[in-house]
Nanobody
Framework: QVKLVESGGGLVQPGGSLRLSCVAS??????MAWFRRQAPGQEREFVA?????????NIADSVRGRFTISRVNANNTMFLQMNNLKIGDTAEYYCAAEAGGRIWAAPTRSADYGYWGQGTQVTVSS
C-alpha cells in the first residue's frame, strides 16, 4: 500500500517562501501532484503535477511563476517550491500520486489520483 507523507508547511509572511516535500513509500508511483484545500468543506484545488518522467508538468494559473514542482524518483520524493507567497495561498496542501503506470501523464483532476497524503498546513499571514 502506497503511503505519502508531506512536510515543510508552516507560517510565513506575505512575500516569503516555503518548500514542501512529499515522500512516497510502499510501492511504485507515477504521476504526482499537489492539491490544496483553502477552507473546510471546499473541494481540493489543483496546484501542480509532474509526470514520472519529469518531462511533463502542469501548474495552476493562480500559482504560475511563483510555485515550482520537481521530483527525484531515486528518492521517491516530490517538492513544491513556493515563492512570493500570498495570503490567498493559505491552505492545507496535499500530496497525491497515481500508480497506473503512465510515465508521461501529469493529470490535473483529483479523480486521477488514488493515493493521498494527510496534508500539511501553509499559513501566509503578516
Amino acid at each position: 500500500q502506497v503511503k505519502l507523507v508531506e512536510s515543510g508547511g508552516g507560517l510565513v509572511q506575505p512575500g516569503g517562501s516555503l518548500r514542501l516535500s512529499c515522500v512516497a513509500s510502499g510501492g511504485a508511483v507515477y504521476a504526482m501532484a499537489w492539491f490544496r484545500r483553502q477552507a473546510p468543506g471546499q473541494e481540493r484545488e489543483f496546484v501542480a503535477a509532474m509526470s514520472w518522467s519529469g518531462d511533463y508538468s502542469n501548474i495552476a494559473d493562480s500559482v504560475r511563476g511563483r510555485f515550482t514542482i520537481s521530483r527525484v524518483n531515486a528518492n521517491n520524493t516530490m517538492f513544491l517550491q513556493m515563492n512570493n507567497l500570498k495570503i490567498g495561498d493559505t491552505a492545507e496542501y496535499y500530496c497525491a500520486a497515481e500508480a497506473g503506470g503512465r510515465i508521461w501523464a501529469a493529470p490535473t483532476r483529483s479523480a486521477d489520483y488514488g493515493y493521498w497524503g494527510q496534508g500539511t498546513q501553509v499559513t501566509v499571514s503578516s
